[in-house]
């Protein structure tokens, strides 16, 4: 078993340890500080005397600060230890640490205090293949100071280390030589700033005048608002409550603001997806309206203001399509990568308009509907005039960047996540069934916003058409009439990919299924070949691809089962819908801390515990997400013009729920529920 990583994240900027705290390389981990893509520190190791030191404990206080308790020495002198020492960490726009070294002894001690500190600047995504960069050291005794620094053209990155006690400044670090009387303590404060240069002069330098616990005083006072301004669960299952709560600071802890905007929004997570990503953007949106509606506007204008406008095959932009992720690091500024603006997602673009519908309807703000009609009409043009590459009226995909571009530009993105029963590969451009259910979705909410606010009936008619002409065909082609499900996907030619997956409860969730199939649908995915008692694996038992441990083709994602848990309700399919949702809580609770990403999708009955990918992020926005969106989808939410419709289908075992001021065009509401095995006297209130 590995050791224990410990992270503390603001926003764009985290720190990744081991558990004493100390950061060395690793060649399979994002080990380090990083911020936009770089890693600002590769090394970061404390030594007393010469020697680690190792952890007693650690107060994990907020997702940006931590302390650890630590003693030098092998766990046999823990007991005698005549030492400790605290190292206090917290991130915001810049790294700061304060060590603090306790004499237990009752005589004056001495010690040699020693920091070894240094910087790769590596990119993010070559961590497991390091390039050597000449980095330059200057060393600033006078003013306690270490500079670190890299240099290539115009892109540059900057760590500078301050300490607020006199110190020994070498290129390797900083020695503190001190003397402390019986019972007596010593303290500095390790500053570390970061400086980006290249992208609009952007410099998150913030000095030692900062005040560190002022701004930590601050972020605690923004954590405190968030979580106040989301609506209060009272829950009678046990620690129900604290994993919602442990949701929302997630996702307060993955708001960052891009270079270009001045709002925060929702990026991937944590270690790879620390970045703009507009999948993940927009589904954490759609997943969290009833609790944190504020997340949507910032990052509808964001990729409005970053929607494709020309035709470029590095970046595989077309005009029209929106954002699939945005980086910062060396890579994604020379090119080596097309990541610095890349297009290559085929879903994020109807799903846009998607978005920007359910915030209207949850918010009533029309102002912001008006604002963007420029960019959702693109985004609408989009889905014929590029998303159809064969004529045939399906939205497909194939990477225009044969270099460097996404194989699979669905949300099942690795490259062999798109395959028939038999594990075979179709030929692109490949049409898969949810991009289908999601233009269908698009076109019909599009039509809503033409006749109520862009004040083009004929538009919105046509839309409409276009939508029923969409389902028909949809049906026809992609229906498999034997197996009683939907192929996964259609090749060029207009072949069925036969495979049973995930994806088919998407298509509840877009409305695209017809009544008449639905019932089956939702059997596949309650059934035994795709439920694992945790949840809807990706990708159903019995196929030759099947892999439990395979993120696409096996295992379970909370995100993806919130969209099929909310696409069960929408079809009335409750129970089966409240099954899914009592799964992925008991994976949450199970589990504890932050949501992971992906589980395997090995069988509850063999495992009797959620089995944790390697390569899962944690936290994740739309796995803390998820959890908010199964609550919203238990209890009925749904606004219904000026009102909030409430419509309970809770799983066996929760007893009562009550969700207080929900927010919304209503100004604010309460929901109520309880399964039917509660006692029917009401939870109490706030």
Excluded at 84 to 95: E, K, M, W
Excluded at 490 to 498: A, C, I, N, R, T
Aim: with cysteine; hydrophobic share 40%; aromatic share 8%.
């Amino acid at each position: 078993m590995r050791q224990e990583l410990v992270h503390v994240i603001a926003g764009n900027v985290f720190a990744i340890s081991d558990a004493q705290g100390d950061i060395e390389l690793d060649p399979h981990a994002p080990v380090g500080l990083f911020a936009f893509d770089t890693r600002f520190l590769s090394h970061w190791v404390l030594k007393i005397d010469g020697e680690r030191i190792n952890a007693l404990s650690r107060d994990d206080m907020t997702y940006f600060e931590t302390r650890f308790f630590l003693v030098p020495g092998a766990a046999s002198h823990y007991v005698d230890a005549d030492v400790s020492i605290i190292r206090h960490r917290s991130v915001h726009d810049c790294f700061h640490e304060k060590i603090t070294v306790l004499n237990h002894a009752s005589q004056p001690a001495e010690f040699t205090v020693r920091m070894e500190m240094a910087s790769d600047f590596a990119d993010i995504v070559e961590v497991g293949q390091l390039r050597e960069r000449a980095v330059q050291i200057a060393v600033d005794p006078a003013a306690n100071r270490l500079v670190l620094r890299y240099e290539r053209e115009r892109f540059a990155r900057e760590t500078t280390v301050q300490s607020t006690a006199p110190v020994e400044v070498d290129e390797g670090g900083m020695t503190f030589r001190i003397r402390l009387a019986p019972g007596g303590t010593w303290e500095t404060d390790l500053h570390v700033s970061l400086t980006i240069q290249g992208e609009a002069g952007q410099d998150l330098r913030a000095g030692l005048q900062s005040h560190q616990q002022a701004v930590r005083g601050t972020m605690r006072e923004d954590l405190a608002d968030w979580l106040d301004r989301a609506p209060h669960l009272v829950a009678e299952r046990g620690g129900l409550e604290e994993t919602y709560r442990g949701s929302l600071a997630d996702l307060a802890a993955l708001r960052y603001q891009p270079l270009a905007s001045s709002e925060r929004v929702p990026i991937g997570g944590l270690p790879w997806a620390m970045a703009l990503s507009g999948r993940d953007s927009i589904i954490t949106c759609l997943q969290t309206m009833a609790f944190t509606p504020e997340l949507a506007p910032a990052t509808l204008r964001t990729l409005a203001l970053l929607q494709g406008g020309q035709l470029d095959d590095e970046h595989d932009e077309e005009p029209g399509k929106i954002l699939a992720q945005l980086r910062y690091g060396e890579s994604a500024a020379f090119g080596e990568r097309p990541t610095a603006l890349y297009y290559g997602a085929a879903d994020t673009t109807p799903l846009f308009v998607v978005l920007l519908d359910e915030y209207e309807r949850w918010s009533g703000d029309a102002d912001l509907v008006r604002e963007l009609r420029h960019p959702a009409r693109m985004a609408l043009d989009w889905i014929d005039e590029y998303g159809d590459l064969t004529g045939d009226g399906y939205v497909r995909y194939q990477r225009r960047n044969e270099r460097g571009g996404a194989i699979n530009q669905c949300w099942k993105d690795s490259a062999d996540a798109i395959v028939d029963a038999h594990g075979r590969q179709p030929a692109f451009p490949r049409a898969t069934c949810e991009l289908q259910g999601y233009a269908y979705d698009a076109k019909r909410r599009g039509a809503r916003l033409a006749r109520e606010f862009w004040g083009d009936p004929a538009y919105a008619d046509r839309l409409e058409r276009e939508a029923a002409a969409l389902k028909d065909r949809f049906n026809r082609d992609f229906w498999l009439p034997q197996q009683e499900y939907y192929a996964l996907a259609l090749d060029p030619y207009g072949e069925p990919v036969d495979a049973l997956s995930s994806n088919i409860g998407h298509l509840l969730w877009s409305g695209i299924v017809a009544d008449d199939r639905a019932e089956a649908v939702a059997e596949h995915l309650v059934g035994s070949r795709l439920f694992s008692g945790w949840g809807v694996r990706t990708f159903a038992t019995g196929q030759r691809m099947y892999n439990p441990v395979g993120s696409h083709l096996g295992g379970v994602w909370p995100s993806d089962n919130a969209l099929i848990a909310a696409g069960l309700r929408h079809y009335r399919f409750d129970v089966q819908a409240a099954r899914i949702a009592a799964g992925i809580f008991d994976l949450a609770q199970t589990l504890g801390g932050a949501v992971p990403e992906v589980i395997a999708g090995y069988d509850r009955s063999v495992t009797k515990y959620p089995v944790q990918l390697p390569s899962a992020g944690r936290p994740q926005s739309w796995s803390s997400g998820a959890l908010l969106m199964l609550l919203g989808t238990t209890l009925g939410l749904r606004p219904t013009g000026e009102n909030l419709l409430v419509n309970p289908a809770v799983p066996g075992g929760f007893g009562r729920l009550e969700l207080l001021d929900i927010p919304g065009r209503w100004g604010h509401s309460d929901a109520y529920a309880r399964d039917r095995t509660a006692s029917p006297h009401r939870p109490r209130a706030r």
